[in-house]
């Protein structure tokens, strides 16, 4: 069964509208009017229309952050995907970790995100689980209560090279220059950070998980479900992706389907500043990266025999 972490009060979570203004050249966002809560946030993400995809004065109802994670593990780099029920959309995704930046982080989008990947990506050895620092920083471990962290071997993240076009938080430019785009269907900036994992080398039997919140009444509940890693790791060559989707699960990488598969709106075509799409279809996105995906190996006779073993065990318990 799934084993809940730990529970929060949504209505502790506040956050700002923005004003945002693009050009060309950058793009500058700054908060207004009074905080608003989790509930009242959603009801502000409402579709909207721009004219103008490279030059636009708007009001948007919030700032998110995702992390663009590459990690590196065994000598091969991988991009960390993670799949998410998105509630306020009704549909089932493979998504960059993520977030909502709080209005005390509005200037700071960068703490959020790293927050986002200690309370996202967990990773787990025999030993227990690891923690991380971000450079010389240590991450916060969200779920100390439940898990058990352990004290050496931490991973570290870093941050990569940004996007070539400023984006300012009112006259302050952020110094890592994430990516940023105005997400149309939800009326919301996106920023995202392309940060770097280094798996220690003495990590071993290595494990990965996805842990994210879900609102249940009136309650935020985040539970870790091992039968459902629910993290995807997409191998890299050369830094360009494969059309490839694996779990890992005890240093063994496990090829996933894609059967039916939708990506997030981050990998959604761009338009200037501008994001139409609510989501794509891996095999629309595998098209426009050129990509080939290869066929799934057929199972071996012994891999067959094992799982008709298990449904006949099934049965008889």
Known sequence: MPRTLIRKNPSNF????????????????????????FAQTLQRRKAI???DSQRFVVELANLGVSVRL???WQGRDYWVLVRQRRQDRGDVVLKLISGYVPAHELNLPLHTAIQEVAEECLLE???????GRFNDTWLPAPYAAALHYREALPFVLTPESGAARP??????MLLERPRAYVHLPTASLQLIYDLRLQVPREAKGL???????RLEGDQLVARLNRKRPDLYLMPLQEGQPLAELYTLKKDQLIQASTRGLWLAESFAQQEGWVVRDERVRWKDWLKLQGL?????????HLERFSEKAKKLLARVL
């Open 14 to 37: 506040k956050t700002l509208p923005l004003h945002v203004e693009a050009s060309p050249e950058g793009l500058s966002y700054q908060s207004i009017g009074m905080p608003l809560n």
């Open 49 to 51: 229309q721009l004219a």
């Open 70 to 72: 590459t990690l590196h």
């Open 125 to 131: 050895t025999p030993e227990g689980w690891l923690g």
């Open 167 to 172: 984006v300012h938080c009112a006259n302050l």
């Open 207 to 213: 494990s990965l998980f996805h842990v994210d919140e």
């Open 292 to 300: 080939v995906e290869r066929k799934r190996e057929p199972a071996s």
